[in-house]
């Protein structure tokens, strides 16, 4: 059994049925228990998640959080207090779980996810991808957030997160301090609470694998000092696990106009039409 956790607010239900979709389609023979983490979301809006997934290969929790459990949390209209749900993953999660993925909703899963879940966390909080190659913006993210030396920034869509390591070590107060201190600072707030508290507890893993944008794919194709030739779409069929569509321009609107929607996410979003 993989255990998946989400966290979303009713804005996101449909994304989420295509990150769904593309995560059972991709790996047929797996089974997923999704934790459906929440503070607002109604009965139709499970019925809806239900409805994207065969049952039997996919169970869906819904684990609701009221809103005044974690006060100091920083929430915004574009970052809504339950992206930060992730971060305490451990203390809202049931207690028998070890690990958990977590995963955004707008993403898709293109091939098999289980060599991912299985990783040696190495005794890491979190396992994650940076999409920061410029240097430049790698020591901004540093001494903005108060990092460490040569710790490198994450996009915390993607994230294995060790429950059972967090659970005997994460301590909620120095968390909140944090997020007093630094609060001025918080521009991705629940991102960068995690690179700042926890960027020495967070093993980083190949955004080409399991966190690929379209923007890095591009940036790592125009890097001449990278380690390895320019990949294509092909190479992202075959080995790329996960298509994270962050940012600002996603396939299901109207201003998107890059490929890796229609390459990558139609297919899926199709299926549920």
């Not at 001025?184 to 399991?210: K, S, W």
């Not at 994270?244 to 299926?271: I, Q, V």
Request: hydrophobic share 40%; charged share 25%.
């Amino acid at each position: 059994m993989i255990n998946i956790l989400v966290t979303l607010d009713h804005g996101y239900i449909e994304p989420l049925r295509v990150m769904l979709c593309s995560l059972c389609e991709s790996n047929p023979n797996s089974k997923f228990r999704v934790f459906v983490v929440h503070s607002s979301l109604k009965p139709e809006d499970f019925e809806r998640i239900h409805s994207a997934v065969v049952l039997e290969q996919c169970e869906i929790a819904d684990i609701f959080v009221p809103l005044d459990k974690f006060p100091p949390l920083p929430f915004s209209a574009r970052f809504p207090k339950e992206a930060c749900y992730r971060i305490l993953a451990a203390h809202i999660l049931p207690a028998d779980l070890d690990r958990v993925l977590y995963l955004d909703p707008d993403l898709v899963v293109i091939n098999n996810i289980e060599p991912l879940y299985n990783l040696d966390l190495e005794g890491n909080y979190f396992a994650a991808c940076s999409h920061a190659m410029i240097r430049p913006l790698q020591v901004y993210n540093r001494a903005r957030l108060h990092m460490e030396p040569k710790s490198l920034y994450i996009n915390s869509g993607i994230m294995l997160i060790n429950l059972a390591l967090l659970r005997k070590e994460q301590e909620l107060e120095p968390l909140y301090e944090y997020v007093q201190k630094y609060h001025r600072r918080l521009r991705f707030f629940d991102q960068d609470i995690l690179n700042g508290v926890y960027n020495r507890q967070t093993l980083y893993i190949n955004p080409l694998l399991y966190n690929l944008d379209e923007f890095y794919f591009k940036l790592f194709n125009l890097n001449p000092f990278k380690l390895k030739k320019n990949i294509d779409h092909k190479w992202v069929r075959e080995n790329t696990v996960i298509i994270h569509f962050c940012g600002e321009y996603k396939p299901w609107k109207e201003n998107y106009s890059g490929k890796f929607g229609k390459l990558f996410y139609e297919e899926f979003a199709d299926k549920l039409n």
